[in-house]
């Protein structure tokens, strides 16, 4: 059973960057597309980023490109989503997901599995 744990959340003051990670267990994390997506209360869960299986292929939500690097490291079974110049907006609980196959994948619906997400707060 393919699992995905996030951790790195946490309380940041805006202007600061903070890096989330997920690391996937019960498969082989080169065999999976990757996405982040994000969830703030009274608002849908919105696309954050999402990358191919080698990296090669990467994609951004309009709100978050220029500020937000997905990366992974197929090694070490993580994924890992460095984000700089974090603002109130950003605040969310940050969710990691996993599709069977290689390319990028934006929509939520394309994924399989997901984590128990990882809380990010942005103080003003």
């Known amino acids: 059973q393919v699992q995905l744990v996030e951790s790195g959340g946490g309380l940041v003051q805006a202007g600061g960057s903070l890096r989330v990670s997920c690391v996937i267990s019960?498969?082989?994390?080169?065999?999976?597309?990757m996405g982040w997506f994000r969830h703030a209360p009274g608002k849908e869960r919105e696309f954050v980023a999402a990358?191919?299986?080698?990296?090669?292929?990467?994609d951004y939500g309009d709100s978050v490109k220029g500020r937000f690097t997905i990366s992974r490291d197929n090694a070490k079974n993580t994924v890992y989503l460095q984000m700089n110049s974090l603002k109130p907006d950003d605040t969310a609980a940050y969710y990691c997901?996993?599709?069977?196959?290689?390319?990028?994948?934006?929509?939520?619906?394309?994924?399989?599995?997901w984590g128990q997400g990882t809380q990010v707060t942005v103080s003003s």
């Open positions: 990358i191919s299986w080698n990296g090669g292929g990467t």
């Open positions: 997901a996993a599709r069977l196959g290689s390319g990028v994948v934006v929509r939520r619906n394309e994924y399989r599995y």
């Open positions: 019960g498969g082989i994390l080169s065999n999976y597309a």
